[in-house]
């Protein structure tokens, strides 16, 4: 792993085959979107690459319209899972890189398509991986950003990443949307549009899928409990722990004769 690596991200190597059955990662709203979107918006032949693609999910998507998807993750047991299911349903375009969203080991202008889902609040320098995507993308290509959004309101917010790095370790940051705008803006891209999802989080499968320790699931329950109504609101916290985020997702092109 190069300096940029969260050290925490090595527990989701024997993590491979419980989020590719996850329910929220396998399906949604925001995968099936995804599919119209670049149905409707990418000519063939198109290059795809998936950064930070966990199970593999967006990458196996994205390989019913490409001619080629690079799947690229930190971790080597998720991409084994990758492998394995690109194999299962006979996708051999897709191909697999492990490496970083920070040091994309590619050249300039070499995807027509760089994307990524619910990877982003794992990355250390959100900068640097923006800098990178937009080096290997070529100019008249497009990016496609999914991710749990964080709050707008500072109060929920910090209860929300709270939760999320109790739960996960390697959690860094949810971006709220305003966020993401100004950081995307910044790297050269122009917003073409945006859309939100409301993501129901059910408590049990969501800290079992990471083995969360008990005593670390005490302490999200505490938090829950302990919350000010203004945040169980905002949140919909359930009796059983169970929450609802926000699910954004941007697309994005290249700002006309930028360079980041």
């Known amino acids: ?24 990662h396998a399906a949604g709203p925001d995968l099936a979107y995804a599919c119209q979107q670049v149905a ?21 998507a994205m390989a019913r319209y490409a001619d080629q998807v690079t799947a690229l993750d930190p971790s080597t047991g998720m991409l084994d899972t990758v492998r394995a299911a690109a194999t299962r349903q006979g ?19 070499t995807f027509d398509l760089v994307c990524s889902r619910y990877s982003a609040h794992h ?22 950003l999914i991710d749990i959004a964080g709050h707008e309101n500072a109060l929920v917010d910090t209860h929300l990443q ?19 705008r100004d ?4 790297h050269g891209f122009e917003i073409l549009h ?10 049990t499968s969501w800290v079992s899928r990471m083995r969360t320790a008990p005593d670390r699931v005490a302490m999200l329950r505490t938090l829950q409990a ?25 697309w994005a092109r290249p700002q006309a004769g930028c360079q980041d």
Do not use: K
């Open 91 to 109: 996708l051999a375009q897709v191909s697999t890189t492990c490496a970083q969203a920070e040091h994309l080991p590619f050249g300039e202008a």
């Open 1 to 24: 792993m190069n300096s940029h690596a969260h050290t925490n991200l090595a527990q989701y190597d024997s993590q491979g085959e419980a989020y590719l059955h996850s329910a929220i």
């Open 40 to 60: 409707a918006q990418v000519p063939r032949p198109l290059r795809v690459l998936d950064v930070g693609c966990g199970a593999g999910h967006l990458s196996l």
């Open 162 to 180: 709270t939760m999320e790095l109790l739960r996960d370790r390697s959690h860094v940051r949810n971006r709220s949307l305003s966020q993401w």
């Open 194 to 203: 945006h859309t939100t999802w409301a993501t129901r989080i059910d408590f």
């Open 226 to 250: 302990e919350a000010p109504q203004e945040v169980r609101q905002a949140l919909q916290i359930e009796p059983d722990g169970s929450f609802t985020s926000e699910t954004v997702l941007f």
């Open 183 to 186: 950081v995307l803006a910044r």
């Open 123 to 144: 990355w250390l320098d959100l900068d640097a991986a923006l800098t990178d995507m937009h080096r290997v993308l070529q100019p008249a290509g497009h990016i496609m």
